[in-house]
């Protein structure tokens, strides 16, 4: 049973992550890149694969995903396979050099720092995992949007085989069946190849997205960053106990905080290696389109995303550059795009928020001033607060920072200092925009929300938070001084230079760092 | 002077990052193993789950059956809207999610109704209000009705 589940993980993970060899040419043999690409494609390759799924299910194919799925892998493979024999030919440098210089640069100065806070960072995943268990075997279903919604719609979707359509008009609007099916139908898969609805699959989705979030977070800083900044930052996310729990519970919103943060993290790389930025813009469109597919907030930041992306771009390279780098991310997203939009027009029934919805109604609660008030003291509490693990909501939420919260990423702020890289400043700008209009787009959600407010906000605004806080630590320490560039990575940043002389064509040339504190 | 005062900055920024993620990571796990002792042997989902599943053969395989609980159907949702019990939309939920493919509706208006009375009967007078009609009784307050005539 474990075997057929390992191979259609396998499957999807090897799909995702030759797609990223054939968007992102460079760098190959980067030893900080390769699990970058090995995190930021198994995750996409995981919702890619309940894209076929999804597919497959109208055009009567799910005897046929097995093979439809390695079909998938191998024409992906031969693709990634020529076009990589082909870069080879047109490539004069050594595909060796770059690798030789990190590793050299890994035994630097600072490796024995480095090598101490990796410890550290394994002790503390060691713990968390540790928790993760006990919170599975307290409560192996998952919590309550677990059996309510999400492994409600994948037994649905399993069990009711060709009669799949039947559910979505089936009355039960109770349980969300407008909510999009990435995660069910991830779950759905993974049955299909075992036989059976084993619990353990949602359980197994939960632990990978989990550590995806985590591992992308790591990776990613430690390819734009350095590698202490990768681990401190993967450490304040293991050091929040929502994030763990709220893994642990079988959820939607850790998948949509990993997709989140990979589209993000994708959009920096264009401005570290132009000879990525077509690639990386439509795998960043694929990411966000998957947001779009996992939970319907997911919307929301593919529309900012886009907005963000052309004015940011168009800010700072111009009207081509913006058009160009804009369509290549909606190419990206268009397909999942195309999914999302037959799913929400043929079979989800209207979405809770949206029933009843009419302008009068809505320009009361516009101009009703008690609900901002409202809102904005539920923001600042739960800000604050969220990072602490699951509430009560008899209790509601109430104001605990705990050890780790926003608080702790500020003092930390403000004790590095700030250091920011002259390529990454329009990705920060650009970053720190999507967040602050999610946020306010959040904001006017829940003013115009037709649910009684106090239950909508204590019912969902900690993983809304939740849904962030991996991208707002990225933003962060991507933010934040690293002064082993001048110290102990600063031998890093003289290999990386000797590359930049050894292989003229390559674009790693790095541009004054400016500092401010 | 300067780029020291940083460097001991930086020095102290980490630490205290280090020990709060520290003190975080291992103070969640603490509370997790205190309170797995304490944990029944099989948790509620699966307890409720083994009990429901009884129902399964008795049922046809799809279409919709309905459910009535301890209180009236309308406030199964009214009372967790208000948080003054989960209880009752927990079981319900719960009699659906095992029940699946089944269409489990929250009416006693259906040919064949699933009766979850773990909380205590009905008020008196409501089944027969509602023409309901014992047709099979699996115990622990999980009965199977059939409706013999419209109320």
Known sequence: ?????????????????????????????????????????????????????????????????????????????????????????????????????????????????????????????????????????????????????????????????????????????????????????????GWKYIGNDSIYIPAAFALLFTLLTLGLLLCALMFLRSRIQGYLAAMILLGTPLFILMGASQFADVPLAFFML??????????????????????????????????????????????????????????????????????????????????????????????????????????????????AKAFFITGISFTQGLIDIRVGMQLNPGAVSILLLIVYLLLAGVRIDDRDRTGLVRTAAVLLSILAGYFFVYVMTPLDLGYHLATSLNRLFLQLWPSVIFLFFMTAGAPEGAASTGSKTRKEDDFVKKSPKRSYRRKPVSRTT | MVQLIAKYRVTAGRLLLIVLTGYAVLNLLWQQIRLYPGIPETDPVTIHEARIAQLRPLLPPSGAVGYITTVENDRIFAAEKTFTNVEFLAQYVLTQYTLAPRIVRNSPDLPLVVGNFIDGPPAPGFLEKNGLAMLRDLGDGLILYRRDRKP
């Open chain 1, 262 to 375: 990979a589209t993000l993290v994708l959009l920096f790389l264009p401005a570290r290696s132009p000879e990525n930025g077509s690639g990386a813009a439509v795998l960043a469109g694929i990411a966000s389109g998957l947001c779009a597919w996992t939970k319907n907030e997911g919307l929301l930041f593919l529309l900012i995303v886009t907005g963000s992306l052309f004015c940011t771009t168009l800010y700072a390279d111009g009207w081509r550059s913006a058009r160009k780098r804009t369509v290549r991310f909606l190419a990206g997203a268009l397909p999942i795009l195309l999914i999302v939009i037959y799913f929400k027009t043929q079979l989800s029934p209207v979405n809770d928020l949206m029933a009843g919805f009419g302008p009068a109604a809505a320009a009361a609660k516009l101009m009703d001033f008690s609900r901002y008030a409202q809102i």
């Open chain 1, 1 to 189: 049973m474990i075997i057929f589940f390992l191979a259609s993980l396998l499957l999807s993970l090897i799909s995702g992550i030759l797609l990223t060899f054939i968007f992102l040419p460079s760098p190959k043999n980067d030893p900080q890149g390769r699990p970058l690409r090995i995190f930021v494609g198994g995750g996409l390759g995981i919702g890619l694969s309940a894209c076929i799924y999804f597919v497959c299910l109208p055009a009567g194919l799910l005897g046929y995903i097995p093979l439809i799925d390695l079909a998938a892998c191998l024409v992906l493979g031969l693709a990634c396979y020529f076009l990589m024999k082909r870069r080879r030919r047109e490539a004069e440098r050594p595909a060796e050099s770059q690798l030789h210089d990190r590793k050299v640069a890994l035994f630097g100065a600072g490796a024995k720092l480095e090598n101490g806070i990796a410890t550290l960072f394994a002790v503390e995943l060691l713990a968390s995992l540790g928790s993760f268990l006990f919170a599975f075997l307290k409560e192996p279903h998952g919590k309550w949007d677990a059996w309510l919604i999400w492994n409600m719609h994948a037994r649905f979707l399993y069990r009711s085989g060709e009669a799949w359509r039947e559910v979505f008009a089936g009355g039960m609007d109770w349980s969300h069946w407008d909510y999009p099916l990435l995660l069910p139908l991830s779950i759905v898969r």
